[in-house]
């Protein structure tokens, strides 16, 4: 599919103006489970809209805290996420046949690791599934894992035979990014992503420990942050960068 309609308007373009050509081809990849949710009421909104979905998760027990933890063997951890993130697929709503969790090689922080072996597997992938689009976080970020998926996205979007758009979104660990695309949502959505996020219970005590606040509240904040500084009529939004491969 000619994917140049993405370049189309002035920037930050919000994706609910996008005349779409036709069924679209949508693949998620996340270096954590959560990274799907960060980006929920987009997904849903695109999902609503007839395009196909498709998530791959890496698995990993990263991010439980050793009160939350307590016990738990790697194994258990990863178990944890793993089951956390399936919750929250039911929820969105997600068909089982649309979602995989790939163990793919992880470096020592349990974390997913760019290697020739997980490129491997995840261009196979790619292969199978043939995205129109990609979504991951932005690789100028603070998280390891989050540059490591964008790399090794990157140099697979670079190598297929087809045009592939990659949408980066903004998150809380982002440094730096262009927004090109952004979701805007009111608050009923925001109680349903408020919903969503809270399928990651790990996550959520960690935070409401460390930091005082829930996991969705950390992840609404950057959203309404977010529309704040694009100034528009809607409290929340996600943002996105585009790179087009073609």
């Known amino acids: 599919m000619n994917l140049d309609f993405l370049l189309d308007g002035i920037r930050p373009v919000d994706l609910r103006s996008v005349r779409w050509p036709g069924k679209l081809n949508l693949l998620v990849t996340a270096p954590h489970p959560d990274d799907f949710d960060a980006i929920g009421v987009t997904l849903r909104y695109l999902a609503d809209q007839g395009h196909d979905l498709h998530v791959l998760v890496a698995e990993t027990g990263s991010g439980i805290d050793k009160v939350y933890g307590a ?30 969790f790939l163990a793919l090689a992880n470096a020592d922080d349990d974390q997913v690791a760019d290697t020739a072996e997980n490129r491997k597997v995840l261009e196979e992938l790619v292969r199978e599934i043939r995205p129109d689009m990609l979504f991951m976080p932005h690789g100028n970020d603070t998280n390891r894992a989050h540059r490591a998926m964008y790399a090794m996205m990157k140099t697979i979007a670079a190598s297929v035979e087809w045009p592939v ?17 952004y979701l805007a949502f009111d608050d009923r959505q925001a109680q349903w992503k408020s919903r969503l996020l809270r399928y990651h219970d790990s996550q959520h005590q960690r935070n409401l420990r460390d930091r005082g606040y829930g996991f969705d509240d950390r992840v609404l904040g950057l959203n309404r942050r977010t529309a704040s500084g694009l100034g528009i009529g809607l409290p929340y939004a996600a943002s996105f960068e585009l790179e087009l491969y073609r």
């Open 165 to 181: 758009a990659m949408m980066m979104n903004s998150d809380v660990k982002t440094v730096e990014m262009k927004k090109d695309f």
């Open 71 to 100: 016990g738990m063997t790697q194994v258990d951890r990863t178990r944890l996420r793993v089951m956390e993130q399936t919750g929250s697929f039911r929820f969105f709503g997600l068909p089982k046949e649309h979602y995989r």
